[in-house]
């Protein structure tokens, strides 16, 4: 396929999401959209490095959760940091169970109506949505550092350009970046090419890994994004989404 | 010097008289001792002088893990707490208290392999530890809180994800049996007390770091999935408790009570736990269900989920919700724990109107967990609740307690088996108020003194399952003959080794485990049917030897002895064999020092005799056979009279056991006569500064 074919697919396939979930048409957004030119990055071919990255190319799956079963044993975020980095790290965790274990994602704000061991038992795992378009990290990264997987379409940190900024982390509204002191570097979910470790990991079964689906609006924020997109990203923006 | 992977590197010193805080180097310092236990006794030895007092500031305190906490390895989340045992009578030795949940994790996290606590500080404190921020700050707000208020307030303060181990009131008031909880449930007794007497109400833990792995992370990740692929339910019972379409033998007293139809009642909606095929990494989380096996059937519908420690897969704590608690007694419809803890509240009574294993039991238990792990209180491995029962039954109570405090107590509520009866007995032990409450907190040994009655008539009762020096017998002759007998005599607490329960109460037939005792003992001898054994053998005195030595091992490098060892497996492919391997291949594979299971036995020796050594060295005498390795009446006798080694009895014979400690001081190259461990021995195991140390006080033998 050539490029030009893949991007045209990359880009049919981000409206046919889009519009189903807005009111805007589809033939809206052909029109508004028309001339404009849509980076597919991903770690191994690069498109034209002069282009902003816009819209990314859906992953293929994605690790979801079941409260209700979780034990909270933490061997998720073990698997996660040992097995793929050589290192116990909680802290770089690309799942993160560890901050809502003992108050829930409400912290301990929220007295005895609290999650976790000191509230109702409840351990909330926080995992990457794998976001569809507008993938907030990766449009929020200067360096366009948040790429594609190819393997899974995953959203993954390129540890070759990640400058370590940290805006990334700032984009998430699920604090799912994590920053890695020891690399100075951004980390977050990569799905361990298809066969992720903290899946297989996990004492309970308590998390799955399934075919992708847009997660984003059913879990609650965890802080408002304060990450600033840059004015040639955001004029990229407006020509598919100024009328 | 060469850097290891595992350990954090650092040992933090935090003198709470001085208020000096300072860090140590862990290899360079306690590398021979590998962490846990090891760095405790070290200390003790090195620190801590002989006549101290528990409560007295010249005692320490040392929380200590080892390369394994905090790592991937299943089953390193316990801390271990080494100090002068303040229930150990009639005088304080050394003794150590293991509590699981976070801590552990976290500690390493932070950065450091131990916290020795010296001192006392003026005024009630407490200590955090953020990673290298360590401060004492000031406690006296916190100060009479209960522990779940004192940890929130902490949690506060430091943020949610701390791990925070605090006492309550129990452990301020200096009542020997109290506890330190970390994690809402998981405590460590004895350990209260001590905390208060150098008014430090908590530690509270925050680390944001990582562990280096020092082997290859591929190899790291092959060892961890094997040593789960040998994994069975708690205590390493590898067969199912009811039949299983997978499995080839069942065993009703197994602690794997999983099954189809079995749930998990009370998560939204019930989870069944299915029939757990042990090829299914997946579903390890559900064999377990302590509530069920020490409550009742009854605990299904209340069961929430499993909990426990970080990075362990069976979770041994299991979180019940039963509303009509809250309704009943105004407490927290949610509790958790384990094991005896599980059944703190239930166990003070006789009876119930509705049985022994009905709704009021489990409401009694709700109400027991409610107030141990708030005012923390200890049970002394369920010896408070066989006292408390004995003495009222005897009229001891009545007789000891003024009249006036006695009717302020609603008997007639405790003979029906009201567990409100426990709101009037258990804040009142916490506090010391009255004679009653001041008693049962001192422990049993100082409790017997007390009240003038003597330690034979509590050694001569089968059913008091009391041993010596003020503590309860801990998987002794019943699981496992003389092995067990031995093993009981060790240590200046209640034994907490599982290394041989875990394989003898395993669930599988005794052909199995014959041979598989073979391969690891050398001979089928060392293994009998519990209630139909064999006369002593050398192959059992192995078998004791090596129990005690990975007991010391686990709580050494963070493993736990009560889920480990991993000798048998749940895998019929195998032979239902395990790996004896398993701690070998770990350790060496996250520190990156390569170390047989040899070597690494010979490091558990050198921690064990250590432990003997501050015995012997505390108690100032070396004739440890006669006065310290004692063995309590009734492991002699039989309630009808069966004689020794005949089916259905657990009596053991009294030359056989002289035999049998014969035997095993041999095994352990200790002088038969005295049972102390001889200069060539100590020497052996590089303890050659301890032997000239004893031999300067004529301890050796």
Redesign the interface.
Known sequence: MTNESRTREVVEKTLDFVSSRSSLSRRDFLFVTGGILVAVSTLKAHADKETPLIIMDQAAGLVIADS????????CE??C????????????ARIKV??N???GPQ??YSG?RSA???G??LIVQDLCKQCAHPVPCATACPNDAIVLDPSTNARVVDSEKCVGCRMCQRACPWEMISFDS?TQKATKCFLCNGHPKCV??????ALSYVAWRDVTAEVPPRVIPTAIISPEKTQSCMDCHQR | MATYGGWAGKVLRVNLSSGKISTEDTIEKYKDFLGGTGIGYKVMWDEVPTGTKPFDPENKLIFAIGPLAGTGAPCNGRTAITSLWPTCWPRPLVGSGHMGGDFAAQLKYAGYDAIIVEGKADRPVWLAVTNENVEIKDARNLWGQGIRRASLDISREMGPEASVAAIGQAGEYMVPMSVVINSFSHSAGGIGGVMGSKHLKAIGVLGTGSIRIGGDKGEWEKVIKLHLSLFGANNQHVVPNSPQPWAEHYNPRSRWVASAGRQWGAALPAIDTGTCDPHDLNKIAYRTNNAAYFLGDKAWKYTIRGNGCTACPIRCHTRLKVPSVAEKYGISETGQSTCVRLMFGGKFFKTFPDGPKGETAIEACMVGMHFADDLGLWDNYGQLQRDFQTLYAKGIIREKVPEKEFKSYSWDKYEQGDPSFLFELLPRMATKQGELGTALGLGTGHLLERWEIPEQEWQQNHALLYWKQGHPKHHSSEDAGQCGVIINTQYNRDAQCHSHTNFTRNGLPLEVQKQLATKIWGSADAVDTAGAFAPMNQYKAKMAKWSLLRKELHDSISLCNWMGPWIASPLKERGYSGEDSIESLLYSTVTGDKKSREELDQIAERIFVLHRALTIRDMETKDMRTKHDTIPDWVFEDAKGKAPFSKGTIRMDKEDIRLAMDMFYEEMGWDKATGSPTRETYRKLGLDDIAAELAKRGLLP
């Not at chain 1, 209700?68 to 061997?75: A, D, K, P």
């Not at chain 1, 297989?200 to 079964?205: L, M, T, V, Y």
């Open positions: 209700t079963r979780c034990v909270g044993c933490l061997r073990l698997a940091t040992e097995f793929n980095d050589g290192k116990a790290s909680p802290s770089t560890r901050r274990l003992n108050y912290s301990m005895q976790g061991n000191w109702n038992g020891d297989e990991a996990c004492p309970s079964g």
